[in-house]
């Protein structure tokens, strides 16, 4: 079976590679279309064929420049006419870069799939018109929760939706936390609820905050409101960082707003052994109850964040029932079951 995975945007490498290598493990022909990263290097193709059909100018020479918007957008249908050119028996887009257009030029010659990561972007998620019409045109539309599922059915033919589980990132750092240490990982946007975790930090006796991740917001402001409790690192930092940081984590807080389905940063500290307390917003929440690898509070409730908080640092044995449960994810999310439920999906299409 001929695979293209086309994230145009280059949104989620990690992803795309993740997904990428497990399906060419199970036996597809995997291509993946993108465009060049524009924070670090991309991870190095493992099985599968990767190819920049996107965005050449706009990602290199205009990285930084406010002309590199308006340069992606004449770009765009350039993209969208390589992708047509495929031979492939399925494509499977990721994101749609530029819906208003992608509404009007995508046309594929071959069957297609598009996982809704975030159910409704935050940028268009107003659209709700745009979004039936853009989600009519898949023939089916993967999400990562039974939350996620349950809102598209609002927008579009609930036969087209299938759910599959975001698979976690494994690893085994070396566990070096000393208790107390809370971390917020991840790109930094204010949906993340920065300053709610800095808030509920402060409530809890002994807490120390790690925030880890690329400030795409100004940081400022939750600086002075943290003061010494925290630790900043900050930049698109590589693996080896982010996993030196969860080795020394005893809680990871993800405190979201409700414009989120799910996180792979969440992945990442539940694929650590981490566990976690989040906003019940989107699907974060199901990880969190089907394996009890920690708490999941009222969305924006910073009292009930700040206790969830407590009754694990405080409490060995519950800190340890929650490990258990990360554990727990590590091994049941994994890449090769989400290949299987991917190709599931393909074969139903051919």
Known sequence: ??????????FTPQYDHAL??????????????????RFGEPPEPDGYRRSELFYPLSSRVFRRSRLRIPVKLLEHPV??????????????LQW????????????????????AHDVLPRRTAAKRDLWRRLFARFDRVVVHSERGRDQLAELTDPARLRVISHPVYASDPPRRDD???????????????????????KQVEGA????????????????????????????????????????????????????????GALM?????????????????????????????????DVEALAEAIRELLDDPQAL???RGGAERARHELTWAAAARAHLDVYRELL
Not at 96 to 115: I, K, W
Not at 189 to 199: C, L, N, P, S, V
Not at 270 to 296: I, M, N
Request: net charge neutral.
């Open 1 to 10: 079976m001929r695979i293209l995975i086309a994230d145009p945007p280059a």
């Open 268 to 300: 990442r500290a539940l694929g650590a052994g981490v566990p976690v307390v989040v906003y019940d917003v989107g699907g974060l929440g199901e990880p969190v109850r089907r394996f009890g690898a920690g708490r999941v509070v009222p969305a924006g």
């Open 179 to 201: 208790g107390r240490t809370l971390l917020c990982l991840g790109i930094i946007r204010a949906y993340k609820g920065m300053a709610d975790a800095i808030e509920a930090a």
């Open 79 to 92: 993209g969208l006419a390589r992708l047509r050119r495929s031979d492939a028996d399925v494509v499977h």
């Open 20 to 37: 990428a290598s497990a399906l060419a493990r199970a036996g597809a022909d995997v291509e993946l279309a993108t465009s060049p990263f």
């Open 208 to 263: 120390r905050l790690l925030v880890v991740g690329d400030p795409l917001e100004p940081v400022a402001g939750y600086r002075q409101a943290a003061g010494e409790i925290a630790e900043w690192r900050l930049g698109y930092l590589p693996d080896e960082h982010i996993d030196r940081a969860l080795g020394e984590t005893t809680v990871a807080l993800f405190p979201y707003r409700p414009e989120i389905d799910q996180s």
């Open 96 to 115: 749609l870069a530029a819906p208003e257009l992608d509404n009007r030029l995508l046309r594929l010659r071959a069957p297609t799939v598009f996982t």
């Open 320 to 322: 340890d029932r929650a």
